[in-house]
C-alpha cells in the first residue's frame, strides 16, 4: 500500500514552495503545531479546494499510539505504530520541577523532557540493548521524528508555548540518520511550529566519530550526548562492536572539535554494569580522559530485562564511582531511573509487545 506523506515531513519552507500563496504555509504551521488538529478539514481558513488537495497529498496522523505505559513517577512511555506497521517508542519524561499536593498528588509538573526514537531498530548492535536484538529495520522520515513528540503534546494537553526538553535517545541511532534528524531539528525549532529551540534538543550517539564531526560542521547549536560506556577499547568493543570503526580516540577528537554552546556542556553517558565497568579504576581512565574537554557525565543504571547476563549495579559502587569523579572535579549526575517500572530503557515496551503478538 503505497502510504501518504506526513504533513510533518515539511519545513515551513518546503511548504511555501507547494502551497501558494506561500502565507499559507504559516497557517498550516499553527493548525498543525498550535491548534493540534487531527484533519485537514478543519483548518477553517483554508480554501476547501485547498484542504482537499492536502488531504490527497499528506496525512497529518503518522502515528498511532499502540499502548502506553504509566510510571509512578507520572513518565509516560509510548508505542506507536508507524503507516507501515512497524513500532517505535517515546517516552514522556516528567523532571525534577513537579510539585505536590500537601496528601502526595501531583499539582503541576512543568518541566517535561521527550525522548524520541530516529530508527525502528539499529544496525549498532551493542551486546546490552534490546533495541539491537531486534536488528534494523529502517530510518524514520522527519516527519515521524516530529510527529512522535507532537502526538505526546495531543495525548497529555501539553499548551504549544510550555518549555519542552527533547532527548535523541530512543530507538536507533541518530547519527546513521542524520539527513532526517537534522531535517526534524530544524522543523522542531520553527517558531511558527513548535518552538523547540536547537539548544533544548540532545542527540545522543554511540559514537560515529565521522558523523559527529558532519553534525558539528552542520552548526545546527543542538547539544550532543556520546553514550561511550567503557573507557578502554577492549571492553567497549566487546559492549559496542562500532568502537572497532571508530575507537575511543576518534570520538574523543570528534568531541573536540564539536562546536558547544558557551554554557553548555557534552555529555558523556555511561552505563554501569556490574562487575564490567563499576570500578573505580574505570573512573580513574575516565577523569583522564576527559581531561581538558568541557564535559560532564552521566551515569546510567543498566536496566535489566529478561534474557540478559548483564546486571544493575550496586548503589554504593554507583555512589563511589560518582563521587571520585566529583572529587576530580568533573560533574557528574546519577541518571534517576525514571520509569524504571514501566521498564524505561529502549526498546522493551516493543520488545513486550511483539512477544505479546507472537
Ligand atoms: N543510539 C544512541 C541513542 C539511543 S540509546 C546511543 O546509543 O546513544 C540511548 C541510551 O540508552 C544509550 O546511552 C544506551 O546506552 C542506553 N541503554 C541501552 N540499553 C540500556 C539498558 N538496558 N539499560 C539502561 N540504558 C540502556
Ligand atoms: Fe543502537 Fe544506541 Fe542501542 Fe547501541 S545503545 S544498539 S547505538 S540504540
Redesign the pocket.
Given at each position: 500500500m503505497q502510504t501518504k506523506q506526513a504533513i510533518q515531513d515539511l519545513t515551513k519552507d518546503e511548504l511555501a514552495n507547494i502551497i501558494k500563496p506561500s502565507f499559507r504555509a504559516k497557517q498550516i504551521y499553527n493548525w498543525v503545531y498550535h491548534k493540534h488538529v487531527n484533519s485537514f478539514s478543519q483548518m477553517e481558513n483554508l480554501p476547501k479546494a485547498m484542504r482537499n488537495e492536502l488531504d490527497e497529498k499528506f496525512t497529518i496522523t503518522p502515528l498511532e499510539i499502540v499502548s502506553k505505559q504509566e510510571s509512578r513517577d507520572g513518565s509516560i512511555k509510548y508505542l506507536f505504530r508507524l503507516p507501515d506497521g512497524s513500532t517505535v517508542e517515546s517516552v514522556l519524561l516528567l523532571m525534577r520541577e513537579a510539585q505536590y499536593h500537601e496528601d502526595g498528588t501531583l499539582k503541576h509538573h512543568r518541566r517535561y523532557t521527550v525522548c524520541i526514537s530516529s530508527q525502528v531498530g539499529?544496525k549498532?548492535g551493542?551486546a546490552?540493548?534490546?533495541?539491537a536484538k531486534g536488528g534494523f529495520v529502517r530510518d524514520l522520515s522527519a516527519g515521524e521524528i516530529v510527529s512522535q513528540v507532537l502526538e505526546i503534546y495531543k495525548d497529555n494537553n501539553i499548551p504549544s508555548n510550555h518549555r519542552v526538553n527533547l532527548v535523541?535517545?530512543?530507538?536507533?541511532?541518530?547519527l546513521d540518520n542524520l539527513e532526517n534528524v537534522a531535517k526534524a531539528v530544524k522543523i522542531f525549532s520553527d517558531m511558527d511550529g513548535m518552538s523547540i529551540s536547537p539548544n533544548r534538543q540532545t542527540i545522543?550517539?554511540?559514537g560515529l566519530s565521522s558523523k559527529i564531526e558532519k553534525l558539528g560542521k552542520m552548526d545546527l547549536g543542538i547539544n550532543l550526548?556520546i553514550?561511550l560506556?567503557a573507557v578502554d577499547d577492549e571492553l567497549r568493543e566487546q559492549l559496542m562492536p562500532i568502537n572497532k570503526a571508530y575507537n575511543i580516540a576518534s570520538i574523543i577528537e570528534a568531541v573536540r572539535n564539536f562546536p558547544v554552546n558557551q554554557r553548555k556542556k557534552v555529555l558523556f553517558?555511561y552505563?554501569v554494569i556490574k562487575d564490567v565497568n563499576d570500578g573505580i579504576d574505570s573512573a580513574k581512565k575516565l577523569v583522564k580522559l576527559l581531561n581538558g574537554l568541557k564535559a560532564k557525565v552521566n551515569l546510567?543504571?543498566?536496566?535489566?530485562?529478561p534474557g540478559?547476563d548483564f546486571k544493575r549495579p550496586d548503589d554504593k559502587d554507583m555512589r563511589k564511582f560518582q563521587e571520585y569523579l566529583l572529587n576530580k572535579g568533573v560533574l557528574c549526575t546519577i541518571r534517576e531511573s525514571k520509569g524504571l517500572d514501566i521498564s524505561a530503557?529502549?526498546?522493551q515496551l516493543r520488545e513486550q509487545k511483539l512477544g505479546e503478538e507472537k
Open positions: 539499529c549498532v551493542c546490552f540493548c534490546l533495541t535523541y535517545m530512543g530507538m536507533g541511532e541518530p545522543s550517539t554511540s550526548a553514550s560506556h553517558e552505563l546510567i543504571y543498566f536496566n535489566p530485562y540478559t530503557a529502549c526498546g
